[in-house]
């Protein structure tokens, strides 16, 4: 996603911290269920 945001900026006046997933990406790839598990989240696009 991030890659593709950098490649529509080049046109468009996008605010570099708008575009800033790396704290989502950590949510991500350290979910856990209710009793602890990690959770695979499979992308599907």
Do not use: Q, S, W
């Not at 900026?9 to 949510?27: A, E, P, Q, S, T």
């Not at 979910?31 to 602890?36: A, R, T």
């Amino acid at each position: 996603m991030t890659e593709a945001i950098d490649e529509l900026r080049h046109d468009n006046d996008i605010r570099d911290g708008m575009c800033d997933f790396d704290k989502l990406v950590d949510i991500i790839g350290n979910y856990k269920d209710k009793e602890g598990n990690p959770v695979v989240i499979e992308a599907k696009f």
